[in-house]
C-alpha cells in the first residue's frame, strides 16, 4: 500500500509516535529530499532499514511507474515531503492516483498541514474555507487567478515564497482592495514563528521591509461593499483594460458591490460610448462590449 506520511512543518517535537513507528519499518521511503529525510530521522533519533528513493517535482511522472511496481511486487512505499502532508502542493498525487487505478490501497499517517494550522490561528472564519496552494509566478496568469477571488465569499488560503510574496501582496492590493483584511503566517510551530494581521494594504507595506520564511497568507472572504455607481464603473474599466472580459468583469464587481448586473452594466456601457474610461481603443472608439448573460 501507498502511505502518506505527514512530517513536522517545523517543530520536530510535532512528530507523531505513528510517524516514528512507519518510518523505523518502511520498506521503501520516497522522499521529496533524500538529505532533509536524513536530517529529520537524526531529530527523531532513529534509524531505518528501507529503500530511500527520491522522489519529487523534477523526477514525480517518471518514477511514479517505479513505485507502482513496487507496489504492485508486495512492498509498501512510504511517501514524506519536506514538511507537511504528501500531495498538498506536494509530490504524492500522481502516486495516489495510480495506485488507485491498480486497485492498491492508499492511506495516510495524519500530521501538521500549514492550511490548517494558518487557518486555526488567522482569525479569520474557519467555517468556510478553500486552499488555492501556490499562484502561478507569472504576473498575468497570477493577477487572472486573484480575479477569480474577487466575489469568493470564503476564507482563502495561499502558500507562497518569500521572494515573491510583496509582488502577490501589490496584485492582491490593486485586484481585492487595499481593506481586504488578511493574515501572514510565517515559519509556523518554529521559534520565530509570526503571525502578522490586518488589511492587505498594511501587510504590503510590511513585507517590503524584507521577509524569510515559509509562507502561508489566509485571506478574509468577500463582502458586499458600499460603492457608488459610478465609482464601480471605474471599477469594471480597470478590469477591462487588463483584459478581462466585459460580462465577466461587470458580473464580478456586481457581486463585489451589491450592485445590479444590469445597472451597473448600462452605466458602463453609457460611459464607454461617451469617451469615458482607459479602456477605449487607440483611436478613440469604444469598442463593442460583450453582452452579459441574463440574471
Known amino acids: 500500500?501507498?502511505?502518506?506520511?505527514?512530517?513536522?512543518?517545523?517543530?520536530?517535537?510535532?512528530?507523531?509516535?505513528?510517524?516514528?513507528?512507519?518510518?523505523?519499518?518502511?520498506?521503501?521511503?520516497?522522499?521529496?529530499?533524500?538529505?532533509?529525510?536524513?536530517?529529520?530521522?537524526?531529530?527523531?533519533?532513529?534509524?531505518?532499514?528501507?529503500?530511500?528513493?527520491?522522489?519529487?517535482?523534477?523526477?514525480?511522472?517518471?518514477?511514479?511507474?517505479?513505485?507502482?511496481?513496487?507496489?504492485?511486487?508486495?512492498?509498501?512505499?512510504?511517501?514524506?515531503?519536506?514538511?507537511?502532508?504528501?500531495?498538498?502542493?506536494?509530490?504524492?498525487?500522481?502516486?495516489?492516483?495510480?495506485?488507485?487505478?491498480?486497485?492498491?490501497?492508499?492511506?495516510?499517517?495524519?500530521?501538521?498541514?500549514?492550511?490548517?494550522?494558518?487557518?486555526?490561528?488567522?482569525?479569520?472564519?474557519?467555517?468556510?474555507?478553500?486552499?488555492?496552494?501556490?499562484?502561478?509566478?507569472?504576473?498575468?496568469?497570477?493577477?487572472?487567478?486573484?480575479?477569480?477571488?474577487v466575489d469568493e465569499p470564503r476564507t482563502t488560503v495561499l502558500y507562497e515564497a518569500p521572494h515573491r510574496v510583496a509582488d502577490l501582496l501589490h496584485d492582491a492590493v490593486e485586484i481585492l482592495g487595499a481593506q481586504r483584511h488578511a493574515a501572514i503566517c510565517r515559519e509556523l510551530t518554529k521559534t520565530y514563528e509570526e503571525v502578522h494581521r490586518g488589511t492587505l494594504a498594511q501587510l504590503r507595506d510590511w513585507v517590503e521591509q524584507g521577509v524569510r520564511g515559509e509562507i502561508t497568507l489566509v485571506l478574509a472572504g468577500a463582502t458586499a461593499q458600499t460603492v457608488s455607481l459610478a465609482d464601480a464603473v471605474g471599477m469594471v474599466d480597470e478590469v477591462v483594460a487588463d483584459g478581462e472580459k466585459t460580462s465577466r468583469a461587470v458580473a464580478g464587481i456586481a457581486a463585489r458591490t451589491g450592485l445590479r448586473r444590469r445597472e451597473l452594466y448600462d452605466a458602463f456601457l453609457a460611459a464607454r460610448r461617451a469617451g469615458v474610461g482607459a479602456s477605449q481603443s487607440g483611436d478613440g472608439h469604444a469598442e463593442a462590449p460583450d453582452q452579459p448573460s441574463a440574471e
Open 1 to 149: 500500500m501507498v502511505i502518506l506520511a505527514g512530517t513536522p512543518i517545523g517543530d520536530t517535537a510535532s512528530a507523531s509516535p505513528r510517524l516514528v513507528q512507519t518510518l523505523q519499518g518502511a520498506q521503501v521511503i520516497a522522499a521529496e529530499d533524500t538529505r532533509r529525510l536524513t536530517d529529520l530521522l537524526h531529530r527523531l533519533q532513529i534509524s531505518t532499514s528501507a529503500r530511500i528513493v527520491s522522489y519529487f517535482e523534477g523526477n514525480e511522472a517518471a518514477r511514479t511507474q517505479e513505485l507502482v511496481e513496487v507496489l504492485l511486487a508486495g512492498q509498501d512505499v512510504v511517501v514524506v515531503t519536506d514538511a507537511g502532508m504528501p500531495s498538498v502542493s506536494d509530490p504524492g498525487f500522481r502516486l495516489v492516483s495510480a495506485a488507485i487505478e491498480h486497485g492498491v490501497r492508499v492511506t495516510s499517517v495524519p500530521g501538521p498541514t500549514a492550511v490548517t494550522t494558518a487557518l486555526a490561528i488567522s482569525g479569520m472564519p474557519t467555517d468556510r474555507f478553500c486552499f488555492e496552494g501556490f499562484l502561478p509566478r507569472k504576473r498575468g496568469e497570477r493577477r487572472r487567478r486573484l480575479q477569480e477571488l
